[in-house]
């Protein structure tokens, strides 16, 4: 993580999910044999913990547990960072978590980008104010903005 996406995760555990904090967490291992690159979360929270940093060696692996997993981008929410948050919530279901919700925590959402992550309710855009990451609130879009964004496809 940089020095601007750090202190917005931070902030969001502190004050959104209480629970065992554990930075760049590794959601799968690098393996040249099956070319398959590593995958990491900027962290994972465990709800079911003291609330307090720890490391991936103090909890390795997510089986039964209460899981939110975030990424983070100091910018405007894109589809890079939706497929982070998609895919990093399905990694931690196929590992045996208990339950899991995946924040997606940028300084500002789109608007026509935001309807696309509605086939993933545990997908949650969350951003944070650029100048104070403290300051985070929760993105909903309203139900008369899902219908038509003015979308054209040719």
């Given at each position: 993580m940089s020095k601007l996406e750090t202190p917005m995760t931070e902030?969001?555990?502190?004050?959104h999910a209480k629970g065992a904090y554990l930075p760049e967490?590794?959601?799968v291992?690098?393996?040249?044999?099956?070319d398959c690159g590593g995958r990491w979360a900027d962290a994972v929270i465990l709800l079911d913990e003291p609330h307090g940093r720890a490391n991936f060696?103090?909890?390795p692996t997510l089986k039964g547990r209460n899981v939110v997993?975030?990424?983070?981008?100091?910018?405007?929410?894109?589809?890079?960072?939706?497929?982070?948050?998609?895919?990093?919530?399905?990694?931690?279901?196929?590992?045996?978590?208990?339950?899991v919700r995946s924040i997606l925590l940028c300084?500002?959402?789109?608007?026509?980008?935001?309807?696309f992550l509605e086939p993933y309710?545990?997908?949650?855009?969350?951003?944070?104010?650029?100048d104070n990451s403290y300051v985070c609130k929760r993105v909903i879009l309203?139900?008369?903005?899902?219908?038509?964004?003015?979308?054209?496809?040719?």
């Open positions: 902030a969001f555990w502190m004050h967490y590794c959601l291992r690098r393996d040249k044999k099956i060696s103090d909890f997993v975030v990424q983070t981008k100091a910018s405007r929410m894109g589809m890079y960072l939706m497929g982070q948050a998609v895919f990093s919530a399905q990694l931690v279901r196929v590992q045996g978590a208990a339950s300084t500002r959402a789109d608007v026509v980008l935001l309807p309710p545990e997908v949650e855009v969350w951003t944070c104010d650029p309203p139900e008369h903005q899902n219908q038509n964004l003015g979308i054209v496809i040719s």
